[in-house]
Nanobody, 121 residues
Framework: QVKLVESGGGSVQAGGSLELSCVAS?????MGWFRQAPGKGREVVAH????????YYDDSVKGRFTISLDSNKNTVYLQMNNLTPEDTDMYYC?????????????????WGQGTQVTVSA
């Protein structure tokens, strides 16, 4: 069992920046972030795969968000810049197995508790 503990998030005005971090208690080949709006399913935002040290971004965040992994600290970060109101969601840290490209939710084995990101116009 891997426990994920998130921090960061909060409220910011459009154009602002936030950084999310997530510490894992154990190893997972893939770590990343999903987000979920009320009444909708979770959608992948970005993930980092240790194999090949590759990263993936949803088209909606490319060029604005950056994911990174500190292996020594077993911590994944999501730097979010140029935020828009459309980025307002609950963000969940995730860990599991991914193969590059989109990350099917059934391959996420562990979830964080979620952290709210609110962007005002």
């Amino acid at each position: 069992q891997v426990k994920l503990v998130e921090s960061g998030g909060g409220s910011v005005q459009a154009g602002g920046s936030l950084e999310l971090s997530c510490v894992a208690s154990g190893y997972s080949n893939c770590m990343g972030w999903f987000r979920q709006a009320p009444g909708k399913g979770r959608e992948v935002v970005a993930h980092f795969r240790r194999t090949g040290e590759s990263s993936y971004y949803d088209d909606s965040v490319k060029g604005r968000f950056t994911i990174s992994l500190d292996s020594n600290k077993n911590t994944v970060y999501l730097q979010m810049n140029n935020l828009t109101p459309e980025d307002t969601d609950m963000y969940y840290c995730a860990a599991g197995i991914c193969f590059g490209g989109d990350w099917p939710i059934n391959y996420v084995y562990y979830w964080g508790q979620g952290t709210q990101v609110t962007v005002s116009a």
